[in-house]
């Protein structure tokens, strides 16, 4: 688990920031719900055969006795709050949500075990094209962000009567071939099957290159929705290419699923992962509610992203000031500068005008107000725009009245 220091706070922050901006030009309604759940909220809602909660849970007993779980994920808290609190009959939901996120998984880069996740997901809209928008408000807010070499990988996992056909046949293949399975997937042969598609062990993954393939197994009902979605994306000029081995394991996904890759994160390549899970409101509890979402990890962004491309905040004010009576008068400038909207940065170090204005000009801020001895006496303020803010050539220094706030605060606005 990380700490975040200041300077990395402020990148994440400028991330933050255009984020919300995206989801907000997009419709999207902020939810926030509890870091901690009922431990069974996530077993019915991820699924015991998965590796989350299978072994990356971090599960303990409160003092009531109730098994509890920091969320390993945003999706299932999402569904449970919304049948709660009865919005889910109120028509279709646009909701997003961020923060941190629990898995006991062996730490690496782009994978922690505190980490952040960004979600969207879509409920009561249940068509291709509200796959394509939900996919869309990903890719946009990516390329917002300034990221390149991004694939989109998009699949379909049919409906549920689709995989039943096809589990029943990867059944029979896997079995042959079950000496020759990793241990993880030999568990989940009967369990999970669909999941085995989805493992990191190098051999099984060979091996599965000939497995049967879902594609064969889809009714053309599923495959018109498939061809659909892929016009949808074609003329939104979304590239994306096809991969059969893309599954989201669990019985409720359906038809869509999809990741965003990077070639830049080496084994942690998947920056996005969503898909359709129309089973899953039904599976906790509540009506029967069409529903598409993803997720984007935030540390795994972030590792992607130039310093470049981040609007830093900038100061408008840094306050050089030094001498008895001037830094009592600084401070209580920089108190009305404050209560004006302006952001002043007051220096405190007492050191010398040289070592301040050094100071003055690494700080991002746009002027320089001085107040120095000769200053507090004559009841004036000194400004000057810093050099590496400047657009004028001229960095004539201007002196104001201490007694005239409102002009000096109309000229640090400048
Ligand atoms: P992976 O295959 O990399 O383990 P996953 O399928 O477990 O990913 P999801 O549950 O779909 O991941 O989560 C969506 C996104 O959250 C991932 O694409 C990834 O960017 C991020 N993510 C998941 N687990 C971690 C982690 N332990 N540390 C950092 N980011 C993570
Ligand atoms: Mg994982």
Redesign the pocket.
Known sequence: MNDLLPDQVKNWQAVEKLVRENFSRAGLNEIRTPLLEATDLFSRGIGESTD?VGKEMYTFTDRGDRSCTLRP?GTASVVRALIQHGLLTQGSQRIWYSGPMF?Y?RPQA????Q?H?IGAEFFGLASERDDAEIISIAWDLLKDLGLQGLNLEINTLGTFDDRKRYRDLLISWLEKRFDLLDNDSQNRIHKNPLRILDTKDPNTRKLLEEAPCLNESLSDETKIRFLSLQKILEGLKIPFSLNNQLVRGLDYYCHTAF?IKTEKLGA?A????GGRYDGLVQQLGGPSVASVGW???M??LMMLLDDRHLPQFDFDVYCVNRGVDAEVEALSLTRELRAANLSVELDSSGASFAKQFKRANRSNARWAVVIGDEEFNSREVRIKRLISNSKDEHNHEIIIKRSEIQKLIDTLRS
């Open positions: 989350v994920e898995r998984e782009g994978r922690q075990r980490f996740q990741e942690q998947t920056v996005c992962g997720a984007i990890g540390e795994r």
